[in-house]
């Protein structure tokens, strides 16, 4: 699990967990308690939610690091500015990381899905947030995976499809080199995380 501090935020949004999960076998019922958890009421809906306070995210979306991160810092910035789109932060990563306005197209797409083998999990938190991993653990059955591994897990060709980027013409002189390619994808999708807010 890869840790991040902000402390120039405030407390309670300074600290970012994040840990990556591949071959995870319980997508279909992790989704499912994520819904469960939203109508619950009462003393074991709060229980449950905090159960699940996470961003769940599959992973095969994610071009690199630096987008992962671009996504969070906007959903703080979001929640800090009281200009939050959707729900919680967590959500709000998930519209930050889609290309369009559509909340519901979000966490479609850029969510868990039953068929998702690779998470990413993100918790913003204050910093006396303690037993972060165990909590994720709890409810991701999965391998803890370097988040160094994200490069070999990413697909491309739905980022690209996403993105709308297959008429991109630089692209098109640059399917010959792989490695050129998606460097290049990876600069404009995070580009367009970045500049998502101010242009909703």
């Not at 991160?69 to 939050?84: D, E, H, M, N, R």
């Not at 640059?174 to 998502?196: G, N």
Request: charged share 20%; proline share 4%.
């Amino acid at each position: 699990m890869d840790t991040f501090r902000y402390p120039h935020l405030p407390s309670e949004l300074s600290t970012v967990h994040i840990a990556l999960f591949t071959n995870v076998t319980n997508s279909a019922a992790l989704r499912a308690r994520i819904v469960r958890a939203s109508q619950l009421e009462g003393p074991d809906g709060d229980a449950e939610r905090e159960a699940v306070n996470f961003a769940f995210i599959d992973a095969r979306l994610i071009c690199s690091r630096l987008h992962l991160q671009t996504a969070i810092y906007q959903a703080i910035l979001a929640q800090a500015q009281g200009s939050l789109r959707t729900k919680t932060v967590h959500s709000e990563i998930l519209w930050a990381l889609n290309p369009t306005n559509n909340i519901t197209e979000a966490i479609r797409r850029y969510g868990v899905a039953d068929a998702t083998t690779s998470l990413i999990v993100v918790r913003i938190a204050s910093p006396d947030l303690n037993d972060v991993q165990q909590r994720m653990n709890a409810v991701v059955e999965g391998t803890l995976t370097p988040l160094d591994q994200l490069a070999q897990i990413t697909d491309w060709a739905s980022v690209k499809k996403y993105y709308k980027l297959n008429s991109e013409p630089a692209l098109k002189e640059l399917a010959k080199d792989p490695v050129r390619e998606r460097l290049y994808v990876d600069e404009i999708v995070t580009s367009s995380v970045a500049m998502k807010s101010v242009m909703a």
